[in-house]
């Protein structure tokens, strides 16, 4: 059974920074894409950032740019999200998802690409 939980989430202050994590188990982890999104009460699901199975690729939302970077430990089976500079505006439920890909899979912030999603794990920032 595959599962991914999240954590590490919390409350922060604007200008603050939190690290989320999101371990995986059922699943080789080196054999998946994954990503991170995040959705507001009232607001669609968004994807944030999303790194290959290689390791090498990455990709991110504009909005996120310079401020979080998506890294994974594959001998940990663990997938980060650091995040810095923390606005008020990214309050949110926070969800890691994967995909089984193969080498060749573009890289996509599309959420109906997959699979496998955590719980969430919530993240305030207060001004």
């Known amino acids: 059974q595959v599962q991914l939980i999240e954590s590490g989430g919390g409350s922060v202050q604007a200008g603050g920074s939190l690290r989320l994590s999101c371990a995986v188990s059922g699943i080789r982890h080196s054999d998946l894409c994954m990503a991170w999104f995040r959705q507001a009460p009232g607001k669609e699901r968004e994807g944030l950032a999303a790194?290959?199975?290689?390791?090498?690729?990455?990709t991110y939302a504009d909005f996120v740019k310079g401020r979080f970077s998506i890294s994974r430990d594959t001998a940990k089976n663990i997938l980060y999200l650091q995040m810095n500079s923390l606005k008020p505006e990214d309050t949110s439920m926070y969800y890691c998802?994967?995909?089984?890909?193969?080498?060749?899979?573009?890289?996509?912030?599309?959420?109906?690409?997959?699979?496998?999603w955590g719980q969430g794990t919530q993240v305030t920032v207060s001004s």
């Open positions: 790194i290959h199975r290689n390791d090498r690729s990455t």
């Open positions: 998802a994967a995909i089984v890909c193969a080498t060749y899979f573009q890289l996509t912030l599309r959420q109906d690409e997959y699979t496998y």
